[in-house]
């Protein structure tokens, strides 16, 4: 074992680990223990004894203390939502032609932020790791994140991968980066369709997952998830190698591609740091890296999006025989485990409102012809929710936590985005047709 408990060692109890949905969080590590029966709320497997919320919490005597904790649980994923879409917007990685060009390999921006946020998630994890204080948190942080893959197997995770890549090349977007186009109001309402039809795609998928699940899950789901499962290497010196890699990686494209070049902010101004057109994308994937530690340390839980789909959606559910429709989606409309992350997504609206009301940038982005907004968004969210994770989700915490599937997933995702780019660069021909249907 290494820092702890293993994925092998470490096991939700079967009532919790049911994969999809994630609807619980980890509220409290408790204490290590030789061997501790399960009472309850309080779960025990190997030497590690943790504590779950499960939506139906009820009062008890300390009721008013419960809600004052769960109120600021909801403000700090607002304020890291909207730390989030800020920097995003800063890093100008939302503008569709530049995710766009970025799977024709023209613009290298998106790659860039996201190799160095991955960077700051592997570091900090690490980090977290080695700190008496916080290791076994972060250890059933992540393996609160690995059981969500429970049902998953290869072939689920790259097939939902593949089709998120796509709808990322036709709708120019992601899951978490739609909520930043919105609130820098791309595209005459463009931004607007693809979240629509990324509601939709959720919806969709939680009516048919149980038939997909069925054709696509494995026979024997796998029982170790974690890289460090298979290494004798501790989990600090396995993040520290990958990210040296990913540093490398960031260096060598900045040398090839400098960003300014990229990003064309023409004529600098002088001003405050808050009110500039740019700032270099490396720099907005540290800041967006940074954020897994409010996450793993106040929410027990790490970066991502496509899971706030869910729950917006499961709010339809409003009677007993709707629920019985999709039992995928009807775990998500309660609990803290679910809404957290909805107001990180708020927040992401605000910070990339915020971002462009403060350089003067409000609606200066194109965007996508709306049949590809609609049809990307709709793919995004549904290929993210058969992967069990989106960018955010497998691409920054599942690499952090050195989850093998999401090794899987993240090219997977470039796969289905370059296929789809060079298939319509061909078809269309002309480079600015593009980036604009």
Known sequence: MNNGVSSSHLVLPH???MGEPHSYMVTEVLTEVD??????????????KWKINEPKEVLNENGKRIY????????????????FGFAMEKGRVFDPRVIRGQFIFTKFVMLKMFLAAG????FLMGILSVIP???????VTRISLVSTYSTKGLLTTTAGGFILGVGMQLSGSCPAMVLVQVGTAVGNGSACVTLVAGLLGAFVYGLVEPYLTKLLSPKKPLNRLLLDDYLPIPFFVLTSAVGFLMVAAVVGLEFAYPWKEEVQIGNETVGCLFSE??????VSGVIIGCLQVPLILFIGNTIGGSQSYCTIVSQLLFTERLRAISPYLSPYARGIGNWWQVFYVIGAILGGLFSALASDSIASVPGVGYAFSFVGGFCCIFGARLAAGCTSGHGLSGIGSLSLLSFAAVPSMFAGGISAGFIMKFSVGNIDDYYSI
């Open 68 to 83: 004052l904790k769960l109120f600021g649980k909801l403000v700090i994923s607002l304020v890291c939502g909207i730390v």
């Open 277 to 282: 057109f740019a700032w270099p994308p490396y």
């Open 15 to 17: 009532k919790y680990a």
């Open 133 to 139: 204080q916080t290791k076994t948190l972060l250890q």
């Open 35 to 48: 061997a501790m029966p399960d009472n309850g709320g309080m779960s025990q497997n190997g030497h590690l």
């Open 119 to 122: 960077v700051m998630s592997l």
